[in-house]
């Protein structure tokens, strides 16, 4: 919330005054005067409101905060001559639509009520986007300690540009919702990009390249953090498993149960958004069975909340790491849930990161890599530009003949390449359910794939452990990868 200007210009007046009569009573008329000034100065606009922001354009967006009860409030736009005028309720609270129009800027909004006054400035109509999530959503672009973001000083050397605007929401775990949380807008440049998230800015530097217009990113992630933390406890009680895990004694805040929705998404679902970006799920692989039906029933609430219909979303799969379960299969089973969840969630999309891992580290470096395939889905299916590779090949089906295995593909018209390496990551197995390693090779847009060890093929997996050991992947010819399947339910 803001101060305001009155109380500004009373304190500076008066502080002068006290040092040039600096005794007791001065000291004691200048702290009353300011709590006095504090007591009467009710008009606030919402945390996530401030200089600096880019508002949806051609909408209405919401404007909101608190007052005196009962106070009538104007608002005036610096892109339209209409005044709209609203009152707060009994509690204070008040809320108005304003109308934006065409991309531009720079603009202001001035708030009345009374004798107070609250101007916000550098205001720009553009597209707005929410991106959340845990770490590898979170993780800036100086990078965590020891672990950095590939080619950081090229991204840093190209941050200045006053059409991008990020907004950062500070951690907050709590019981309740909350309607304010702690950040502030801020305009691109190597510094304050150095702090925002990788995929975020990359993200919106994608955006307003291509489609030349200002963008601004939210973003609400935290590192470690649950999807159940990220659910209000309404729909979360729909999942008794999921919440037995995350109301458990001792665990992190960032594992309780709707807790971060509590602090850093409900003080900004008033905030008009054109769609979200998701990276999340390493913390949710032990339960990876409803991660699906989870995030599916997350997507559907935040859209019931938020307010603005079906907006996009789009998410990234989790990428290979050697998770510490000795014979388990946690992560490609997570990433088989993520592609389920594709398949439930309307207006969304997935990008594959199985080519991005690091065995030594759960956060890909590549983060350039993975912002562009996000933005790719987005300028093709959000803004319905023409031409742009974003869609994910993924299994189609398998037939066998004679001893081998013959596997289809979605959205692969042109075939599959392997960039000329071995691909060996492959697996296959008979009625015996022993999976032994494959050879394949690639006929127009198949894949073919045996082993000499298995005479009549059942199934066949690809790339399906916690972190494939392969010197190659298979990628359609955009160049976007396969991610691991399986043609089991073993």
């Known amino acids: 919330m803001r101060r305001l200007n009155i109380l500004q210009t009373c304190v500076a007046y008066n502080y002068s005054k006290f040092r040039t009569n600096m005794n007791f009573k001065s000291i004691t008329f200048f702290v009353l005067l300011i709590l006095s000034f504090a007591l009467q100065a009710q008009l606030k606009v919402a945390s996530v409101l401030g200089d600096n922001m880019v508002l949806q354009r051609n909408t209405e967006v919401n404007i909101w ?8 409030i104007t608002i005036k736009t610096g892109w339209s001559k209409i005044s709209t005028k609203i009152t707060a309720d009994e509690k204070g609270n008040w809320i108005v639509k304003v109308k934006t129009t065409q991309a531009g ?37 100086e990078g965590f300690e020891d672990q950095p973001i590939a080619n950081s000083v090229e991204i840093l050397s190209g941050a200045e540009n006053s059409q991008i605007r990020f907004f950062k929401v500070e951690h907050a775990s709590t019981q309740s919702p909350q309607d304010t949380c702690v950040g502030h807008w801020s305009v691109a440049n190597a510094l304050t990009v150095s702090k925002f998230s990788a995929v975020g800015y990359l993200f919106a530097k994608q955006l307003q390249q291509k489609l030349n217009i200002p963008v601004g990113v939210i973003c609400s992630a935290w590192g470690g953090s649950r999807i159940e933390s990220w659910m209000d406890a ?5 999942f008794p498993n999921a919440l037995a895990q995350t109301t458990v004694d001792g665990i992190l805040p960032q594992h309780q149960a709707s ?8 003080p900004i679902q008033n905030f008009v958004i054109k769609g979200a970006l998701w990276y999340q799920g390493e913390s949710n692989i032990i339960n990876y069975f409803e991660y699906a039906v989870l995030l599916q029933a997350m997507v559907a609430q935040w859209r019931k ?11 990234v799969e989790i990428a290979p790491y050697p998770y510490p379960y000795k014979g388990a299969l946690n992560s490609a089973l997570q990433r088989e ?38 933005a790719m889905c987005a300028l093709s299916e959000t803004y319905r530009i023409e031409g742009l590779p974003y869609k994910t090949p993924t299994f189609k089906t398998m037939e066998v003949k004679d001893s081998m295995a013959i596997i289809s593909f979605n959205n692969v018209a042109l075939g599959l390449s392997s960039g000329g390496k071995k691909v060996n990551c492959l697996e296959i197995a008979g009625v015996d359910k022993v999976f032994y390693p494959a050879e394949m090779n690639i006929e127009k847009m198949q894949l073919n794939v045996w082993s000499p060890m ?8 690809y790339a399906f452990s916690n972190y494939p050991k392969t010197d190659g992947y298979l990628y359609n010819t955009t160049g976007l990868p396969v991610p691991s399947f399986r043609t089991d339910n073993w």
């Open 105 to 141: 800027g720079p603009y202001t909004i001035q708030i009345n009520c009374n004798k107070e006054k609250i101007q916000l400035n550098n205001i720009l109509l553009g597209e707005v986007w929410l991106c959340s999530g845990q770490s590898n959503m979170e993780m800036p672009v």
């Open 65 to 72: 905060g608190k007052a005196s009860p009962n106070q009538n």
């Open 234 to 238: 309404q729909t979360l009680a729909k």
């Open 337 to 374: 849930a993520q592609l389920k969840a594709q398949a439930l969630i309307p207006n969304s999309a997935i990008v594959s990161t199985i080519d991005l891992g690091d065995e030594n580290c759960i956060h890909p470096a590549e983060k350039a890599t993975i912002a562009k395939r996000l």
């Open 259 to 266: 807790k971060l929705y509590n602090g850093m998404i409900a």
């Open 305 to 315: 909340n938020f307010n603005v219909g079906e907006f996009p979303f789009y998410f």
């Open 454 to 461: 298995v005479k009549a093929p059942v199934a066949v997996r």
